[in-house]
């Protein structure tokens, strides 16, 4: 008799103890100091990328955990930093939701969260994606096998870019940069176009979208903008969403092209938010974090696996005072597929686009191309690679006609090679086109 009674109790404490579910306690911390944009709290426990709840006088604060030291959490606001008082209590939230994702976003402009910045109301996805990098088995990569056409002549003739290629977009200041991206957009025969503007200043991201991208491009467009008055923790995380939600279309067939205006804006963003943290600086003040962060959203682009599409990546590498050795542009050179050298001697000539074809490089154009295509654009850039290397003796008269055979030809036909390489701002040029016009010169300049 008792050891039914005692079975009957155990049953009933078991059904109990499956209906019991335990709360689980979260430890708020207390704001122990601020120090420019770094926050540091104690008392409670968050892994490195998680976010945190700080009360201050405007109301709730987000921010993220980037580093730690000890039993101090170091973190950085989200948004802009404001109506923080000591002593103010931290309560971490866990990880990062997911970022809306689906064909919805088309023709949409978010923030660096994935939040709508263009006032058409919320988005109307179905699905989201984790925010956290997909890892592809270089392996199972698709190699880069055909072009594709980004609708501006000179890239598609002589610098011939394959599909799941990254190229670099190197430039200083106020040489064209943006102008030349938005060419892409209207022109480029990719599904859909991924556009991050990051640390721009606020007044260039609307007309970028309404003049530069037109309502055309926006159309098959996803746009992120981070504008430098943006935390750089916002300007990190923006180019990361561009990419993420490349990565999506990419994963459902789509071909990508990728335009991430700039690599150089990550890599400062990613430089202070190390120094705030205390990593020590390195090269020309850039902490070692930064080389090894450039790599890793970088080769996020490229082909996807079977029945995947591809990412199509230009980034646009501002380099300072026009030095083409400055770190990031030298650090991005090692790790693209190749460069678009913009001169700003040639667009103060007002030659737009101001590509200097022989600074620049595509390093699968012989994959891409065939020998005709690739032969005549060898023989097109010998010839202006003459004419530049002489232009100095030409414009005084020091050059005598008959020295050489090469400079003569290309003083005759140094017209016609520079129209072909120059190209209005809003008249697309396809890639058939771009090699029938490229042949016919070719044809003059053997």
């Given at each position: 008799m008792k050891t039914r009674r005692s079975e009957r109790l155990s049953a009933r404490l078991r059904s109990w103890q499956d209906n019991v579910h335990p709360i689980p306690m979260v430890a708020s911390g207390q704001l122990l100091r601020v120090v420019g944009l770094t926050l540091e709290a104690v008392g409670c426990r968050a892994p490195v990328g998680s976010l945190c709840s700080i009360e201050t006088e405007a109301g709730e604060l987000t921010a993220e955990v980037v580093g730690f030291d000890d039993q101090i959490l170091y973190l950085m606001p989200v948004d802009e930093l404001k109506g923080v008082l000591p002593g103010a209590r931290v309560t971490p939230l866990g990880q990062r939701q997911g970022l809306q994702a689906g064909p919805e976003l088309l023709g949409r402009v978010l923030d660096g969260n994935g939040q709508p910045l263009d006032g058409l109301g919320p988005l109307q996805t179905r699905q989201r994606v984790s925010t956290h990098a997909i890892h592809l088995n270089p392996m199972a990569r698709r190699p880069v096998q055909q072009p594709i056409d980004v609708g501006?002549?000179?890239?598609?003739?002589?610098?011939?870019?394959?599909?799941?290629?990254?190229?670099?977009?190197?430039?200083?200041?106020?040489?064209?940069?943006?102008?030349?991206?938005g060419m892409m957009t209207r022109g480029t025969n990719a599904d859909v176009i991924v556009v991050g503007l990051v640390g721009e200043r606020g007044r260039e991201v609307k007309e970028f979208i309404e003049e530069i991208l037109g309502p055309e491009g926006r159309a098959r467009a996803v746009v992120i903008a981070a504008p430098a008055d943006t935390s750089p923790l916002m300007r990190l995380r923006a180019c990361e969403t561009a990419t993420r939600i490349a990565e999506y279309f990419r994963d459902i067939g789509k071909n990508v092209l990728l335009l991430m205006d700039s690599l150089t804006r990550?890599?400062?963003?990613?430089?202070?938010?190390?120094?705030?943290?205390?990593?020590?600086?390195?090269?020309?003040?850039?902490p070692p974090s930064v080389f090894a962060k450039l790599p890793k959203l970088v080769e996020r682009a490229g082909n996807g696996g079977p029945g995947q599409g591809s990412i199509?990546?230009?980034?646009?590498?501002?380099?300072?005072?026009?030095?083409?050795?400055?770190?990031?542009?030298d650090a991005a050179r090692a790790i693209l597929d190749g460069h678009v050298v913009l001169s700003r001697a040639l667009a103060e000539s007002g030659h737009y686009p101001a590509i200097d074809v022989e600074a620049s490089i595509s390093r699968v154009m012989p994959q891409v191309t065939e020998a005709a295509h690739l032969e005549a654009a060898q023989n097109i850039k010998r010839l202006w690679s003459a004419y530049r290397q002489n232009q100095d003796l030409i414009a005084i008269g020091a050059y005598s006609k008959g020295a050489d055979p090469t400079v003569d030809k290309a003083i005759a036909l140094q017209p016609v090679l520079a129209s072909f390489l120059q190209q209005p701002m809003r008249s697309p040029v396809n890639f058939q086109d771009s090699l029938g016009q490229m042949a016919r010169i070719a044809a003059q300049c053997k």
């Amino acid at each position: 008799m008792k050891t039914r009674r005692s079975e009957r109790l155990s049953a009933r404490l078991r059904s109990w103890q499956d209906n019991v579910h335990p709360i689980p306690m979260v430890a708020s911390g207390q704001l122990l100091r601020v120090v420019g944009l770094t926050l540091e709290a104690v008392g409670c426990r968050a892994p490195v990328g998680s976010l945190c709840s700080i009360e201050t006088e405007a109301g709730e604060l987000t921010a993220e955990v980037v580093g730690f030291d000890d039993q101090i959490l170091y973190l950085m606001p989200v948004d802009e930093l404001k109506g923080v008082l000591p002593g103010a209590r931290v309560t971490p939230l866990g990880q990062r939701q997911g970022l809306q994702a689906g064909p919805e976003l088309l023709g949409r402009v978010l923030d660096g969260n994935g939040q709508p910045l263009d006032g058409l109301g919320p988005l109307q996805t179905r699905q989201r994606v984790s925010t956290h990098a997909i890892h592809l088995n270089p392996m199972a990569r698709r190699p880069v096998q055909q072009p594709i056409d980004v609708g501006v002549r000179a890239i598609n003739g002589m610098l011939t870019v394959g599909v799941g290629q990254r190229m670099g977009l190197m430039a200083g200041s106020g040489v064209g940069k943006s102008v030349l991206l938005g060419m892409m957009t209207r022109g480029t025969n990719a599904d859909v176009i991924v556009v991050g503007l990051v640390g721009e200043r606020g007044r260039e991201v609307k007309e970028f979208i309404e003049e530069i991208l037109g309502p055309e491009g926006r159309a098959r467009a996803v746009v992120i903008a981070a504008p430098a008055d943006t935390s750089p923790l916002m300007r990190l995380r923006a180019c990361e969403t561009a990419t993420r939600i490349a990565e999506y279309f990419r994963d459902i067939g789509k071909n990508v092209l990728l335009l991430m205006d700039s690599l150089t804006r990550y890599a400062q963003a990613q430089r202070e938010i190390a120094l705030a943290i205390g990593e020590p600086p390195a090269t020309k003040g850039y902490p070692p974090s930064v080389f090894a962060k450039l790599p890793k959203l970088v080769e996020r682009a490229g082909n996807g696996g079977p029945g995947q599409g591809s990412i199509t990546a230009f980034y646009t590498v501002l380099t300072e005072g026009d030095d083409q050795q400055d770190p990031i542009a030298d650090a991005a050179r090692a790790i693209l597929d190749g460069h678009v050298v913009l001169s700003r001697a040639l667009a103060e000539s007002g030659h737009y686009p101001a590509i200097d074809v022989e600074a620049s490089i595509s390093r699968v154009m012989p994959q891409v191309t065939e020998a005709a295509h690739l032969e005549a654009a060898q023989n097109i850039k010998r010839l202006w690679s003459a004419y530049r290397q002489n232009q100095d003796l030409i414009a005084i008269g020091a050059y005598s006609k008959g020295a050489d055979p090469t400079v003569d030809k290309a003083i005759a036909l140094q017209p016609v090679l520079a129209s072909f390489l120059q190209q209005p701002m809003r008249s697309p040029v396809n890639f058939q086109d771009s090699l029938g016009q490229m042949a016919r010169i070719a044809a003059q300049c053997k």
